[in-house]
């Protein structure tokens, strides 16, 4: 007894006996950084602050980034003062923003697997962080990109009269950052298109892209403010546009993906050749199956769907994290990660959600075991 009401006295639950001294009182880590939410179409959306738990150097920069833009100096960063050059406002925000939600995106999934993701280059012992750009100015490039090689994310702009970076977009950055988790996870996957036959590229080139963009709503859906608002569009009833199923919209028409969909494997656009639109086949499958669980586990006499809807999303995606881990290490089928998403949920005792997602990929023609 004395000793649990030492420690309570220690954290200084015994009121104003109770004198904190200063070795007592943890020390203060981490930063607030701003970031966009939603991508900036217009100057009305403003920056919002989020907080990161780990140390930033100048940079910003850790551990595991570095972000960089050529001939531009480092944001300077001192305990948790942030200091952005009127010269290179601009600059400066972007690299912040692209920090923070990279940094964001990397613990999410860390959290999920309750371990510190290693990229695929240190997994034999080297710490060289990943190297972000958020502008990148050698080579006029549109799109962005995860170059495994150069050990870098690459972020380009729309040529128009002032660049826009795809940096300023929350969905690219997040599904750029997904890329280089997912190398992490299963380095082989990411392969030239030289080494496999075309069909076997294009379906494990859509396991590649979808989980980039399954990154996207698991991120949002992380983010309690994001998940608010997007009950209040939607009314509870995910199975409509929204901002979540909505991905890539900074590319416009040409990239533009949106998870609320019925597509399905068979599909004459989806046997066209493109890895990209044969992901949302299994994006869809996953968003659906998303929605009709939280439809299932709501509750909202009782319980705050808010709440609900980001423990739904977090459990989907760690059923999804195992999944992928239990895939092989080389040749991924689409049917592999959706069967093994099954026996993951029986494993957990979670029938209903197996027998959701069994409904999803028979529906979306994604060959898997029937449930005994």
């Not at 920090?99 to 999410?108: C, G, I, K, P, Q």
Request: aromatic share 12%.
């Amino acid at each position: 007894m004395d000793k649990i009401e030492g420690l309570i006295g220690r954290s200084g639950f015994l009121g104003s006996d109770y004198k904190a001294k200063a070795e007592d009182i943890p020390k203060t880590i981490g930063i607030r950084m701003q970031i966009w939410k939603e991508y900036p179409k217009s100057k009305g959306l403003v920056l919002e602050e989020v907080y990161i738990h780990t140390n930033v150097e100048h940079g910003p920069k850790d551990s595991q980034f570095d972000v960089l833009i050529e001939n531009i100096p480092a944001v300077q960063i001192n305990e948790d003062k942030i200091q952005i050059l009127n010269k290179y406002e601009d600059e400066h925000i972007d690299m912040i923003h692209t920090y923070a939600v990279a940094r964001l995106t990397l613990t999410m999934y860390q959290r999920l697997l309750k371990r510190k993701i290693v990229w695929s280059w240190n997994q034999k012992g080297s710490n060289i962080p990943l190297k972000v750009y958020p502008h990148n100015n050698k080579e006029a490039m549109k799109h962005a990109n995860f170059n495994k090689i150069n050990r870098s994310l690459n972020f380009g702009w729309k040529d128009h009269e002032k660049r826009i970076y795809s940096c300023k977009s929350l969905d690219v950055v997040v599904h750029e950052t997904g890329h280089a988790i997912l190398d992490s996870l299963k380095p082989f996957w990411e392969i030239k298109r030289d080494f496999v036959k075309p069909q076997s590229f294009i379906e494990q080139h859509s396991i590649i892209e979808s989980f980039a963009d399954l990154s996207v709503i698991f991120f949002t859906l992380s983010l309690f403010d994001m998940v608010e608002q997007i009950l209040v569009i939607s009314k509870g009833n995910l199975k409509r546009d929204t901002q979540l199923s909505k991905l890539m919209e900074y590319f416009d028409y040409e990239s533009y993906r949106n998870a609320y969909n019925t597509l399905k494997m068979n599909d004459e656009i989806i046997q066209s050749g493109r890895g990209h639109m044969m992901s949302q086949v299994f994006t869809g499958a996953v968003y659906y199956t998303l929605a009709d669980y939280f439809t299932y586990k709501r509750n909202a006499r009782f319980e705050n769907d808010a709440l609900v809807l980001y423990n739904v999303s977090q459990f989907i995606a760690k059923i999804y994290l195992k999944a992928i881990e239990r895939s092989p290490d080389n040749g991924p089928r689409i049917s592999d990660i959706a069967q093994n998403m099954i026996e993951v949920a029986i494993q957990e005792s979670d029938f209903i959600l197996a027998y959701i997602l069994f409904k999803q990929f028979e529906f979306r023609e994604i060959f898997v075991k029937k449930i005994s």
